[in-house]
């Protein structure tokens, strides 16, 4: 079946460092994707979006890499900060059917001083 | 505050009994999504529904069902209610029907003892 995956379900940064949070997707037919951040007691966040005809897109302090060959998705913090800790999804989906999003299981990012 | 509200925050409830969760969208949001988290795990979605109407059906069981009224609030209706369903329930909402950047609620928090 279709599933969407992370590869560390643990991630430990000093601050300062540039933190990369990984993700693989098993469905080719996906063409959209996007990365939540999750912190605790709170809902999902978006962070940003990336779609298949583009190999990389950069936000504030973050960019998502996206290598279609290997169903391989990433989004790369940069100078992480304490207040990055959070659980991060991936998350994709197809467009042109329902709108619905497949979630990874999430990586939980812990900012060590 | 996203803009997406979400009645209870908590819950606590007892087998068998039945619970209505309760989302609101955000202002001029179309569309309302309810996902359900368990513990450690990611999110799955349940149910989509556009402008009143049902648009898409995920992994929701048959003593859940859910509904969008004309004021586009939606009710997640919970009965029979088992251990396993214990769990933070999100609601998000978009524009449209093909929107996914969603943006989520804070949740509720279904406890059943």
């Known amino acids: 079946g279709e599933s969407v995956g992370l590869h560390l379900p643990t991630l430990s940064v000093q601050e300062g460092d540039n933190s990369i949070i990984n993700c693989a997707y098993s469905?080719?037919?996906?063409?959209?994707f996007i990365w939540y951040k999750q912190e605790s007691g709170k809902g999902p966040q978006f962070i940003i979006d990336?779609?298949?005809?583009?190999d990389k897109r950069q936000g504030q302090r973050v960019t998502v890499l996206l290598n279609k060959t290997v169903k391989h998705l990433s989004l790369q913090i940069a100078a992480t900060q304490p207040g990055d800790s959070a659980v991060y999804f991936c998350a994709e989906a197809r467009t042109g059917t329902a709108s619905k999003l497949t979630f990874g299981t999430g990586t939980r990012l812990q900012v060590t001083l | 505050d996203s803009g997406v509200t979400q009645t209870p925050k908590h819950l606590i409830t007892a087998t068998g009994q039945r619970v209505t969760l309760r989302c609101s969208p955000r202002?001029?949001?179309?569309?309302v999504y309810w996902y359900q988290q368990s513990l450690d795990q990611g999110l799955q979605f349940l149910i989509q529904y556009y402008n009143g109407e049902e648009r898409a059906k995920g992994n929701i069981l048959e003593r859940f069902s859910a509904q969008q009224f004309p004021d586009l609030h939606s009710e997640l209706n919970l009965s029979s209610l088992e251990l396993g369903d214990s769990a933070l329930y999100f609601c998000?909402?978009?524009?449209?029907?093909?929107?996914?950047?969603?943006?989520f609620g804070s949740g509720t928090r279904l406890t059943v003892v």
């Open positions: 469905n080719s037919a996906s063409d959209y």
């Open positions: 990336i779609r298949s005809n583009m």
């Open positions: 998000a909402s978009s524009v449209g029907e093909g929107n996914y950047g969603y943006t």
């Open positions: 202002s001029g949001d179309l569309s």
